[in-house]
């Protein structure tokens, strides 16, 4: 008989081995610390497990945001990979009384919400930006590590994903806000404002690339332009870089199932897109 109910953080000692074998090593649910933050807070978010002889034999993390729950982690053991299993998770989401939304789904999932009739939005897009001194730099010199030259700025305050265990954030001067990452070169932006003005300061900074993920309805993507700013398929940056996969892109898929409102615009926050572990 399997129990589907949703996790206390007293179950994190019996959720350890099922991380282990479905995540790899150093993947941030292997620390407690990272879990209590993501699943800790019944009004951000809370985890369904599905256990069996007191073994968990599925996950489903599930993010409470902007009038969405946003399933992320779902990882099943292969003897429990049946879509009844999954249909029960799901219908525990539900629960939460929020419609559910999802983004960076498997082929798996993309087969499952097409025969579930959820709705597709068009993937999420990429922009990226190269520090014009390092223009025509082969990629693996625009990944080089880097050192932050503009002193302590303000981390970001308003928004829990700051909060982040491992994540290193800070505030621009325009009111832009980015993710940090000098050991791979570059900086990847959340909340985007005056884009030429904010990879500018990031660049005087010392960084040698910037990004930017989102929703294609974003009326900012008027302004990033050429030559200054690339669409994600004309860049060498890439989108893995936690071990930097060269040549990869992001392809971030959306679902839901009802549909998103008009004008909703999709962030890193919204989903496990923006996690440490992808970024």
């Known amino acids: 008989m399997i129990e589907i109910r949703v996790a206390e953080m007293a179950d994190y000692d019996l959720l350890l081995p099922f991380y282990k074998n479905a995540y790899r090593a150093g993947h941030p649910l292997l620390n407690a610390d990272f879990y209590n933050w993501q699943f800790g807070d019944a009004a951000c978010g809370r985890s369904i497990i599905a256990v069996e002889n007191q073994l968990v034999v599925g996950h489903l993390g599930c993010l409470f945001a902007d009038g969405f729950t946003w399933l992320t982690n779902l990882s099943l053991t292969e003897n429990h990979r049946s879509g009844s299993l999954v249909l029960s998770m799901y219908s525990r989401a539900k629960a939460f009384g929020l ?3 999802t ?13 579930l009739r959820w709705y597709r939005q068009p993937n999420l897009e990429r922009f990226c930006c190269i520090n014009p001194r390092l223009a025509g730099a082969p990629v693996l010199q625009l990944m080089a590590p880097v050192s932050h030259r503009c002193g ?3 981390t970001p305050a308003k928004h829990r994903y ?10 621009l001067d325009n009111g832009s806000t980015a993710v940090l990452q000098p050991n791979c070169g570059g900086a990847r932006l959340v909340d985007l404002k005056q884009p030429a003005e904010t990879a500018a300061q990031l660049f005087e900074c010392g960084y040698s690339w910037v ?16 030559p200054l700013w690339q669409p994600e398929k004309e860049s060498i940056v ?32 919204h989903s496990d897109h923006g996690r440490v572990p992808t970024l």
Do not use: C, H, M
Not at 211 to 226: E, K, R
């Open 152 to 154: 302590r700025l303000p």
């Open 99 to 101: 419609p559910l939304a």
């Open 211 to 226: 990004d930017y993920v989102t929703s294609w309805n974003d009326p900012i993507i008027d302004q990033l332009q050429a």
């Open 103 to 115: 983004t960076n789904a498997s082929a798996a999932l993309v087969a499952l919400y097409r025969r």
């Open 162 to 171: 700051w909060q982040q265990p491992g994540l290193q954030g800070i505030a």
């Open 238 to 269: 890439p989108w893995y870089i936690n071990p930097i996969i060269l040549g990869s892109q992001s392809e971030i898929t959306v679902f839901s199932n009802t549909p998103l409102p008009r004008d909703f615009i999709i962030k890193r926050y």
